[in-house]
T-cell receptor
Framework: EAQVTQNPRYLITVTGKKLTVTCSQN?????MSWYRQDPGLGLRQIYY???????DKGDVPEGYKVSRKEKRNFPLILESPSPNQTSLYFC???????????????FGNGTRLTVT | QKEVEQNSGPLSVPEGAIASLNCTYS??????FFWYRQYSGKSPELIMF????GDKEDGRFTAQLNKASQYVSLLIRDSQPSDSATYLC?????????FGSGTKLNVKP
């Protein structure tokens, strides 16, 4: 089954304790991206990757890191989490990387992060 | 800053009626437009995408795009209670996707 898999689904942590949220896709997609969703603000892009070893900032990258060492994996790293990073996080992927009309994003099931 | 605007709702329609959801976007350079449905606490699911001006129909759903007016809409015919969800409009600019904050739809039996 074609899918984007995120882990964990729920995570409660304390301020400053480094954490990683994993994301893996089995569709051989070039493009992968991370979003956070907060009430009233919609989905906001944190980072995206056009292909292996190619990453770029989205609109809200502060406090986050990513890496793309393999095509299928795109982990999100919070080096020193703070309470304002409490949110619902989604990983997404899509085929293709060029300009022009783009194929739709496929989303993972989400990770609900609480930082106390 | 690119903006995608949606009325937050809730939009309430009776079962069997047509639900009309609207979205405006700020940049004429956008190329791809998407509608996603999101149930509470779940991930967004793709409903439709549209690239060209005009209408695109898929079953009970019709997407309408007017690039001159920077406007995209979604019509849901014969609305069902199972259509009750938040509908997200998404717009693609270059390598980035921008989402509206969503319109909550309630379909009353």
């Amino acid at each position: 089954e074609a899918q984007v898999t995120q882990n964990p689904r729920y995570l409660i942590t304390v301020t400053g304790k480094k954490l990683t949220v994993t994301c893996s896709q089995n569709m051989n997609h070039e493009y992968m991206s991370w979003y956070r969703q907060d009430p009233g603000l919609g989905l906001r892009q944190i980072y995206y990757s056009m292909n292996v070893e190619v990453t770029d900032k989205g609109d809200v990258p502060e406090g986050y890191k990513v890496s793309r060492k393999e095509k299928r994996n795109f982990p999100l790293i919070l080096e020193s989490p703070s309470p304002n990073q409490t949110s619902l996080y989604f990983c997404a992927s899509r085929a293709g990387q060029g300009i022009g009309p783009n194929s739709p994003l496929h989303f993972g099931n989400g990770t609900r992060l609480t930082v106390t | 800053q690119k903006e995608v605007e949606q009325n937050s709702g809730p939009l309430s329609v009776p079962e069997g009626a047509i639900a009309s959801l609207n979205c405006t976007y700020s940049d004429r350079g956008s190329q791809s437009f998407f509608w996603y449905r999101q149930y509470s606490g779940k991930s967004p699911e793709l409903i439709m995408f549209i690239y060209s001006n005009g209408d695109k129909e898929d079953g009970r759903f019709t997407a309408q795009l007017n690039k001159a007016s920077q406007y995209v809409s979604l019509l849901i015919r014969d609305s069902q209670p199972s259509d009750s969800a938040t509908y997200l409009c998404a717009v693609n600019w270059g390598n980035k996707f921008y989402f509206g904050s969503g319109t909550k739809l309630n379909v009353k039996p």
